[in-house]
């Protein structure tokens, strides 16, 4: 199977940096180019989160573009350090530093696209800010991306910031609203109310963990201490949850095989007026739903998956790669 291209947007969290070591390890992805943003953490230590993984990895090939450093709601960004450390790592503290003055460089996502046009896939798996701002700036450029596949909202499902808004939307509602409203082609979104449940046990983190150490696999042994920090807020805030749910694994997860996962197409929108719907996400899910309008544009929303293909080719992958990584 050829692999598809992507350009991935993160915030580099811990969930984060798991997918793209999971895509570094698969053979269906080739990250072409990352734009590292705000939202787990600052664009400025996502940029030296990608500068760390590059350094354990020794993949250091692909671009790294400086994303958005606000929303554009004008507000400053709130971070959680609680949920994925202060460094976006866990328990690591990377002893590096990177210039963000060299960050400064959007702009150049332009000629990566325009070279793999009509044969790449975007995937944004955290704040919306900088996709969006592509879509005001570059219009007829994004219309030459194959696909668009978006972690963000909840549908019908708790939030995980507000009892009603998922991080990524309510961090920027108005950046979602633009996708939704003016994307060239139906999304994929991929909400809060599959990744979830989308859980990676300690004993297969333990098991992997074991793996590394016998085969001295140094960007697999960072995996356990940020996955297990990871865990331990989850204990806190979901008593009973039986593993960490990867959230961003799972929407790359999503391109291998759309069979594995059930879309329900359906006029959506998000809520930008300021109230205690903020950054709500709002999709019709009824059988007969109103037609497509100005107000609510259709798109694919995940609502169901195969959860033993995806425990699979996590630890497939996670175990078995194709041996080019440190």
């Excluded at 507000?162 to 920027?172: L, M, S």
């Excluded at 859980?199 to 001295?216: A, R």
């Excluded at 109230?275 to 037609?291: C, E, M, N, T, W």
């Amino acid at each position: 199977m050829k692999a598809k291209n992507v350009l991935l947007f993160s915030d580099f969290g811990i969930d984060d940096i798991v997918a793209v070591i999971f895509t570094l390890f698969s053979e269906e992805i080739n990250v072409v180019g990352i734009v590292a943003d705000y939202g787990n953490v600052s664009r400025k230590d996502a940029l030296r989160n990608a500068a760390f993984l590059q350094d354990v990895t020794g993949v250091t090939t692909i671009p790294t573009f400086g994303g958005a450093v606000l929303p554009l709601t004008g507000e400053r960004p709130v971070y959680y350090p609680e949920v994925h450390g202060f460094e976006g790592l866990g328990p690591i503290n990377p002893q590096m530093e990177v210039n963000p003055d060299l960050f400064e460089n959007f702009n150049e996502i332009v000629p990566l696209i325009e070279e793999y046009e009509n044969n790449l896939i975007i995937v944004n798996i955290g704040r919306l800010s900088s996709l969006a701002t592509a879509f005001i700036l570059y219009p007829n450029l994004m219309k030459k991306i194959t696909d668009f596949y978006i972690m963000g909202g909840a549908f019908n499902f708790p939030g995980n910031v507000t009892p009603v808004a998922e991080a990524n939307f309510y961090g920027d509602p108005y950046a979602a609203k633009i996708l939704i409203n003016e994307a060239p082609k139906k999304l994929h979104i991929i909400p809060l109310n599959v990744t979830m449940s989308a859980i990676i046990t300690p004993s297969i983190i333990n098991t992997l963990h074991q793996h590394y150490e016998k085969t001295q696999n140094k960007t697999g042994l960072i995996v356990k201490p940020m996955v297990d920090y990871y865990y331990e807020f989850y204990q806190k805030t979901n008593p009973g949850i039986s593993g960490s749910p990867l959230h961003d694994v799972f929407t790359l997860w999503a391109l291998f095989d759309e069979s594995d996962v059930v879309y329900q197409e359906a006029p959506v929108q998000v809520v930008v007026d300021q109230g205690i719907a903020f950054g709500q996400s709002v999709g019709d899910f009824r059988k007969a739903p109103d037609l497509e309008s100005k107000d609510y544009k259709i798109h694919k929303v995940a609502v169901n998956y195969n959860y033993r293909s995806f425990i699979k080719a996590f630890f497939d992958i996670m175990k078995n790669h194709n041996g080019n990584l440190a």
